[in-house]
């Protein structure tokens, strides 16, 4: 009993802290990395580079085969203005994945600064994951929240609350995760 009370206070706390307003809005970073996998973060990250908010946008976790081009249709910006800015990430299949991905990428650029689009109910994890694969790095976090994703009254409906017990879950597993190898590493 005491288990699931500890859980329903850390998921009512988790709920409430989710993020809805992007961080230091108004702030440029070196590079912009989109999460793919849900709806409006990419649009987003291409409305943010449109506006020279950063220097280049990356892609990670995008499936064989696509192309600039094709993420270019989902711009409102000319093709000529922002495809030489864009680069894309293949190898990511999960957000541990995602923060190896664009740690790699951003070592490679010799940038210090991201700014990470991505769900909101998906950013604690996120944040989570790449903070701890790059703690050199300022990451600023810019959620999106999907329509269907009714964050405000999520109690109201099962597909949001199972989305967001779900999402807990996972993060307070990716911090376990990463203490216990922070933990291993200093004792070893």
């Known amino acids: 009993m005491t288990g699931a009370a500890v859980w329903c206070a850390g998921f009512l706390n988790f709920v409430a802290d989710l993020p809805r307003e992007p961080e230091a809005p ?97 950013m604690p994890r996120s944040l989570v994951e790449f903070r701890s694969a790059m703690p050199e790095v300022d990451i600023l976090a810019h959620p999106v929240m999907p329509d269907q994703v009714k964050i405000d009254s999520w109690w109201r409906y099962p597909g949001t609350t199972l989305l967001l017990a779900e999402e807990f879950s996972k993060t307070e597993l990716a911090r376990l995760a990463n203490w216990l190898i922070r933990f291993i590493l200093r004792q070893g």
């Not at 070196?30 to 996998?37: E, H, N």
């Not at 892609?59 to 800015?85: D, F, K, M, T």
């Not at 994945?97 to 070592?107: C, F, L, V, Y």
């Open 26 to 122: 108004d702030r440029r970073t070196d590079a912009i990395v989109v999460l793919t996998g849900g709806t409006l973060r990419l649009e987003e990250g291409l409305r943010l580079l449109a506006e020279d908010r950063a220097e280049k946008l990356f892609v990670s976790g995008v499936h064989q085969g696509v192309e600039v081009r094709e993420l270019l249709r989902l711009s409102a910006a000319q093709p000529e203005e922002v495809a030489c800015c864009i680069a894309l990430g293949y190898a990511a299949d999960n957000t541990v994945g995602n923060a190896r991905e664009t740690a790699e990428w951003m070592r490679g650029e010799g940038f210090t600064s991201l700014r990470l689009v991505t769900a909101g109910y998906h």
